[in-house]
């Protein structure tokens, strides 16, 4: 019961990013600017644990430079900076919706490359979760959302799909922290340089921001966007990964949702309107269908003398993002079986 107790505590401080960031951007930090400093003040906490793991290994890195490399860029880098530059016109809650689309990509980029149809259950949650993708953005509706944020936010959903992709082979020479301080290494350097070559606007704004009903320094919420939703966040992720499982630590991390919508409505003042949190509710529930299909289709350990036992692979980070990649299992097994498992893992 402990683990539950860790992966609520996780998807807590997850579910803070947003607001803290928001807070940074309305101030005049730009979402470049706020990236690269949560990653590289996120970096130097984990990297002293990072290099105590390793104890020396170098050649970890050496084989596996690709993975931290792709990992930083793109599911750290990445999708960190289109998620802030969603919020940055879109309110907490809409953004994180729209992230949480990735296991409905999944399923239809597996449907097309295998041609295979995905299962019934599969199915249902997938055209559940797009029924509440048009809630949300209230097509029908007198709502206007800004079309930027909302492709931004999808931009996120497909930077988290490809983060699936990258990380789904399980790797026993790559220790999760280790992957993590790297990842955010890289994708904080790569903002600075991008923003040094005027790719990206990198700006950063001394003053005040506002949390709730007070004002503060500018350098309370970056201390909470770096400390609690994202070195506390994931090491709370670790340990819930691993006292629970990829698959239960999954069901508890979709509160990720409910605790941005929150912290957003008490920091912020932001609700999304009705007719979006209902349309919430059903991209959630889509995505619980489709990782029911996945649990329903897990393999059982199998009885009988057939040898040692072959431990599982350590679980991974919640490297945030945004639903968990027992969505990749759900759209794999779908599939047939083309690809192999995730870790646990998000990307806020």
């Known amino acids: 019961m402990s683990g539950v107790w860790i992966a609520l505590a996780s998807s807590a401080v997850f579910g803070l990013s947003g607001s803290f960031a928001k807070s940074l951007l309305e101030a005049g930090w730009t979402p470049a600017g706020a990236v690269a400093v949560r990653l590289l003040g996120a970096a130097l906490v984990l990297l002293p644990p990072a290099l105590l793991v390793l104890r020396g290994r170098w050649g970890s890195l050496r084989s596996n430079w690709r993975t931290i490399v792709l990992f930083g860029l793109i599911g750290v880098a990445g999708c960190q900076l289109f998620y802030f530059n969603a919020v940055s016109t879109l309110s907490v809650g809409v953004a994180l919706l729209l992230e949480y689309l990735a296991p409905v990509l999944i399923v239809l980029w597996l449907w097309i490359s295998t041609r295979r149809m995905p299962r019934p259950a599969t199915m249902a949650g997938s055209l559940l979760s797009l029924a509440g993708l048009v809630l949300v953005l209230d097509v029908a509706g007198g709502m206007k959302l800004d079309a930027g944020g909302v492709l931004w936010g999808l931009g996120a959903a497909v930077c988290l799909v490809i983060y699936f992709f990258i990380t789904a082979k399980a790797n026993d020479t790559l220790p999760p922290l280790v992957l993590a301080a790297g990842g955010m290494l890289v994708g904080g350097a790569t903002m600075l340089v991008l923003g040094a070559a005027g790719a990206v ?53 979709l509160t990720e949702v409910l605790f941005a919508v929150l912290w957003a409505w008490l920091l912020l003042g932001e609700l999304p309107a009705g007719i979006q949190l209902t349309g919430g509710a059903l991209i959630v529930a889509g995505v619980l269908l489709v990782r029911l299909d996945e649990l329903r289709r897990a393999p059982r350990p ?28 759900a759209a794999v097994h779908t599939a047939g079986d083309t690809a192999p498992a995730g870790t646990a893992g998000r990307l806020r």
């Open 201 to 253: 606007p990198i700006a950063f704004s001394l003053a005040d921001t506002r949390l709730a009903a007070w004002h503060t320094p500018w350098w309370v919420p970056l201390a909470g966007l770096v400390i609690f939703s994202t070195v506390l966040a994931y090491v709370s992720g670790i340990m819930a990964a691993r006292a629970l499982g990829s698959t239960v630590a999954s069901f508890v991390s």
């Open 302 to 329: 199998r009885t009988g003398k057939a040898g040692p036992a072959v431990p599982a692979p350590a679980a991974g980070t919640r490297q945030d993002t945004h639903p968990p990649a027992a969505a990749v299992h």
